[in-house]
């Protein structure tokens, strides 16, 4: 969602004259887009104000604006501790940035704008043309959550649950396809939660999917991140109907032990989690899933590590990510007693084998076979190309000719932990020959 968001800073702020640089001493205004679900990730701001005080040490400072996350958390406290920053701004708040940039420029003072508008900053964003052009680009739909899960600062830093009007999502869907854009991802801290209500009509995530389906020059469509509890039968019957919706789907669960669901607010069991995975692979055989699991939460016990790895085994999980609980402060679980971290480390190491060999052991399945990729980008090395395939796996072929934007066939012959590696296949085409009877 950050790489999102900053695209759309860029967008308000290119009618200032403003563009991007990656020679950071070359900034006139710099902004620092965070996030706050890693651990220590105020200290990074922090480390990375420090780094730029010192590039800039001999020349004019430039405007500092952190924005995000962190900035949410920590608003006030952050212009009081860092005099180096102008102005946070909140994730809720960032279509006012030309606003802010040109208050400061004018006043010369610290700004805080950390405010839940999210209603006005869509109608903001609704009026500037989405200008990416990336062959996969991020869509956001939704923000917000209502969840609370007790480990979890989403809720207290981008607020309550807020879905997007569908028409308003289209067009801007339909602006970036015309800027080439062939797979869009739909963004939301709780995607399918997606919800409006226009007059008598409820439209839901399934809804959005099968209109974007229609749209001729999209070729892919996927979503994340998802709750289990908001997987609907509708969107169930969307991953069946709908031909453009890749078939993997991040869906998180944290813990294979329903005891320690419960102890972090999930709001549903593994049984129930289960039940999912089974009805989507009914309607949909081929689909992959990946996850998120936190390792040592508190009151883990033994036995519910073990059934964490028993469900990773039972599901096959694909590129998951996985992590030692961290308390984030302000969360009801913070207060909880932490559990020894000696123990959590060689439970993470035993997890991300498992992970690990899971993962090693798809890519092998790939070796000889075609698998469907969407061309990104030339690499740096200016020889190969990147793209993805159905189920998000990094594919990497060498070509002489342009594969930007195609989707084309590859068949694998080699692998490495992140990535496939092969060649275009190109099915021959078969002639047949007709030999018209004469008589
Ligand atoms: S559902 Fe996701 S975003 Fe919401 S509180 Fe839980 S982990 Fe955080």
């Known amino acids: 969602m950050n790489e999102y968001d900053s695209n759309r800073i860029l967008d308000l702020v290119k009618p200032m004259g403003y563009t991007t640089t990656d020679i950071a001493s070359d900034a006139d205004c710099y902004v620092l887009n965070t996030c706050h679900i890693r651990e220590k990730a105020t200290d990074k701001v922090y480390h990375d104000i420090g780094r730029l005080k010192k590039e800039f040490r001999n020349k004019k400072k430039p405007m500092v604006l952190v924005t995000g996350c962190v900035a949410q958390a920590e608003n006030e406290e952050m212009l009081k501790r860092e005099n180096y920053i102008d102005g946070v701004v909140g994730p809720q708040s960032y279509h006012k940035i030309p606003s802010i940039i040109e208050k400061i420029e004018i006043s010369k003072s610290k700004l805080n704008s950390t405010d839940?508008?999210?209603?006005?900053?869509?109608?903001?964003?609704?009026?500037?043309?989405?200008?990416?052009?990336?062959?996969?680009?991020?869509?956001?739909?939704?923000?917000?959550?209502?969840?609370?899960?007790?480990?979890?600062?989403?809720?207290?830093?981008?607020?309550?649950?807020?879905s997007r009007p569908l028409g308003d999502i289209i067009a801007e869907a339909k602006q970036l396809i015309a800027n080439g854009v062939k797979e869009i991802t739909l963004l939301g801290q709780n995607v399918n939660a997606y919800q409006t209500k226009n007059q008598?009509?409820?439209?839901?995530?399934?809804?959005?999917?099968?209109?974007?389906?229609?749209?001729?020059?999209?070729?892919?469509?996927?979503?994340?991140?998802?709750?289990?509890?908001?997987?609907?039968?509708?969107?169930?019957?969307?991953?069946?109907?709908?031909?453009?919706?890749?078939?993997v789907l991040h869906l998180p669960v944290q813990s294979g032990s329903s005891k320690v669901l419960k102890a972090m607010n999930r709001k549903h069991s593994i049984e129930e989690y289960f039940k999912i995975i089974t009805d989507l692979k009914e309607v949909k055989p081929d689909i992959k899933f990946s996850s998120d699991f936190i390792v040592g939460y508190p009151s883990e016990t033994e036995d519910d590590f073990?059934?964490?790895?028993?469900?990773?085994?039972?599901?096959?999980?694909?590129?998951?990510?996985?992590?030692?609980?961290?308390?984030?402060?302000?969360?009801?679980?913070?207060?909880?007693?932490?559990?020894?971290?000696?123990?959590?480390?060689?439970?993470?190491?035993?997890?991300?084998?498992?992970?690990?060999?899971?993962?090693?052991?798809?890519?092998?399945?790939?070796?000889?076979q075609t698998t469907e990729v969407l061309f990104e980008n030339k690499m740096k090395d200016q020889k190969k190309y990147f793209g993805r395939d159905?189920?998000?796996?990094?594919?990497?072929v060498e070509s002489k000719k342009d594969l930007t934007g195609q989707l084309l066939n590859v068949r694998i012959d080699n692998f490495n932990h992140n990535s496939l590696f092969g060649k275009i296949f190109i099915k021959e085409k078969k002639i047949m020959q007709l030999n018209k009877c004469q008589r």
């Not at 996927?222 to 709750?227: A, I, L, N, P």
């Not at 289990?228 to 169930?236: F, G, Q, R, S």
């Open 116 to 162: 839940f508008e999210v209603i006005e900053k869509f109608d903001n964003l609704n009026s500037i043309k989405n200008s990416n052009s990336k062959i996969s680009s991020f869509l956001t739909i939704q923000e917000g959550c209502d969840k609370f899960c007790h480990f979890c600062v989403v809720p207290y830093t981008r607020g309550p649950e807020y």
């Open 306 to 368: 073990q059934k964490t790895l028993e469900l990773i085994e039972k599901i096959s999980f694909i590129n998951s990510y996985s992590f030692i609980y961290s308390p984030r402060p302000g969360t009801p679980a913070s207060e909880l007693v932490c559990i020894d971290k000696d123990i959590t480390k060689k439970r993470l190491i035993k997890l991300q084998n498992l992970l690990e060999n899971i993962n090693m052991q798809s890519k092998k399945n790939f070796l000889n």
């Open 200 to 247: 008598s009509t409820t439209h839901r995530l399934s809804d959005l999917i099968f209109k974007l389906n229609d749209l001729e020059e999209l070729k892919r469509i996927r979503y994340t991140t998802s709750h289990p509890v908001d997987v609907t039968k509708d969107l169930i019957e969307a991953h069946r109907d709908c031909d453009k919706l890749m078939p």
């Open 390 to 396: 159905r189920f998000l796996n990094s594919v990497v």
